[in-house]
């Protein structure tokens, strides 16, 4: 079982594709109400690692709690925001009625969304500040402004930890400082939040914990500990010659 201080505990995953292996070996601890980052060098399974760990694709071998419990025991805790690239935005739906959709897995598959869910849906759109855009058709949005409303779907579900795939990849200043403003929000509530990041020069501003990830974890920890051009270097291999920190 978990300590009391470990939200998500991963232990010997591996996942390969045929017979090359994406993730080896990870073992990972995810500390409470931490605001933690993955990053790594194109190709290291940052991605992946946390599909693996949502169990949304199959793992070769090793074990993933959360909260002390299997994924499939908790996942009305767990809210999910994928990579934009990976969403039909072609659909024909709102952005009031895509954040709805975030209700449905606590309603139940045959009960509708009510006033609670719309209100829900509407407080939420309002904290990302998409009100203003809640009739509009989701594929009419900017790329900034669909990771506001994806994200907004994330906050209607209420859950305890919260998995972001590269949400700030491809927008604007504004809806960066938007969306990592609601994050620090949700941090500070005491909830948690892992982030697969690309940017390495805002890691030491906007996280407090990180996991260096090339195939396997070269380091973890809170970000003034780990987060070194020693251990960059390391993870990202010799040839890495910038300074970050």
Known sequence: MLGLDTVVHVEDLTVAYGEKPVLWDVDLHIPKGRMTAIVGPNGAG????MKAILGVIDRT???VEIFGEEVDQVKGKIAYVPQSGSVDWDFPTTVLDVVMMGTYGKLGLFKKPGKRERD???SALKKVRMEDFVNR???QLSGGQQQRVFLARALVQEADIYFLDEPLKGVDLRTEHTIMEILNGLRDEGK???VVHHDLK???TYFDDVVLLN???YYEGPVEEV????NIRETFGTGKEEVYV
């Open 137 to 139: 058709q989701i594929s």
């Open 215 to 217: 195939v396997r974890v």
């Open 202 to 204: 805002t890691v030491p």
């Open 192 to 194: 948690n939040v892992l």
């Open 120 to 122: 829900l849906a509407l």
């Open 46 to 49: 940052k991605s992946t690692l």
């Open 227 to 230: 987060f070194t051009n020693e």
């Open 61 to 63: 071998s090793g074990y």
